[in-house]
């Protein structure tokens, strides 16, 4: 029971502010605009200023780990290949690059620093996690969109450079980088700027969960029903049945056990969707998928940190 009562108490508080947004929306006072724009305000400013704070304040030789980068980032390649093999079922080759970028693309940032945030008061290790699987999600997620684009057959390498060129961009990533130079450096934090800082950074996770809440669309979710089925199985349990045994044997545990997790069994993310339909794809599959997931990943996630903490390695 206790167990139980600590992984309920990581993911419930979690879970309950997407349903606040969806209630919001419901009640009209949040609209599909405004929720859009908090998702872009929350990816631009405070979830980058949250990063920095939780690695700019510690120790870096404490919290880098390469053994654990380079876990994460096999981890998810093989992830893109599993995904890739299982879109060979697929009939409709213009479904495939869909498919392969919904079963393996995690909202790791977001849920990540959440979860980790409700159990152990910081997100240190969320961003490590970010740092080796992050940047190989998008850089795949742009070949396999590109080569399986409707209509077309041949990569587009075009594409390929811009999305290099937007990770080097990407606020989040120039949020850790800045939190891990910083750190390096053991630059001070003077409590004024620390204060700041920290109360901007305390504004992305509320507002990031209840905007990924009102942005959900109970409708879309039965579309495309057998692919993405198979994709939220993967998505949410086959990816942890293979690798948390592996990850445990590695020694990984707590805060790095947690980061995981969210990378192979958290739901999908919503910018899927916006990249699938911004590079030419129908993007029903991936919506279904990120709606599946969103849905039910507060049972599996729970599941998945109750048996973790069942044998004492949170």
Not at 20 to 28: E, N, Y
Not at 223 to 251: E, Q, R
Not at 273 to 281: I, L, P
Request: charged fraction near 10%.
């Amino acid at each position: 029971m206790d167990n139980l009562i600590f992984s309920l108490n990581a993911t419930l508080p979690v879970f309950l502010l997407m349903l606040l947004g969806i209630f919001f929306k419901k009640i009209g006072i949040i609209d599909d605009v405004l929720a859009s724009k908090m998702n872009k305000f929350v990816f631009l400013i405070p979830l980058p200023v949250l990063l920095f704070h939780d690695l700019a304040t510690v120790d870096f030789n404490e919290v880098w780990d390469l053994k654990f980068v380079i876990f994460c980032f096999i981890v998810t390649f093989i992830c893109i290949v599993i995904s890739a093999l299982l879109s060979l079922f697929l009939k409709e080759r213009g479904l495939r690059g869909e498919f392969i970028q919904a079963t393996y693309r995690s909202s790791a940032a977001l849920l990540g620093i959440a979860l980790i945030q409700n159990i152990y008061g910081n997100a240190k290790m969320a961003p490590i996690m970010i740092i080796g699987s992050v940047p190989l999600y998008n850089v795949m997620a742009v070949v396999v969109l590109s080569f399986f684009k409707p209509g077309q057959h041949q990569f587009d390498g075009q594409v390929l450079k811009s999305t290099l060129i937007g990770i080097l961009k990407n606020p989040i990533i120039i949020g850790i980088v800045c939190g891990l130079i910083w750190s390096l450096l053991k630059l001070p934090m003077p409590t004024i700027l620390d204060k700041t800082v920290s109360s901007v950074g305390a504004i992305a996770t509320p507002m990031g969960l209840m905007a990924m809440g009102a942005s959900f669309d109970f409708k879309k979710a039965l579309n495309k029903v057998t692919p993405a089925l198979v994709a939220t199985f993967f998505k949410l349990f086959g990816f942890c049945l293979l690798f948390l045994p592996v990850a445990v044997k590695l020694g990984f545990t707590h805060e790095k056990l947690i980061a995981i997790v969210i990378m192979l069994g958290s739901a999908t993310t919503v910018s899927s969707f916006v990249m699938a339909k911004n590079m030419g794809h129908e993007g029903v599959l991936t919506s279904s998928v990120v709606m599946l997931t969103t849905l039910l990943s507060g049972f599996s996630i729970t599941m998945w940190i109750y048996i973790l903490k069942s044998f004492n390695l949170l």
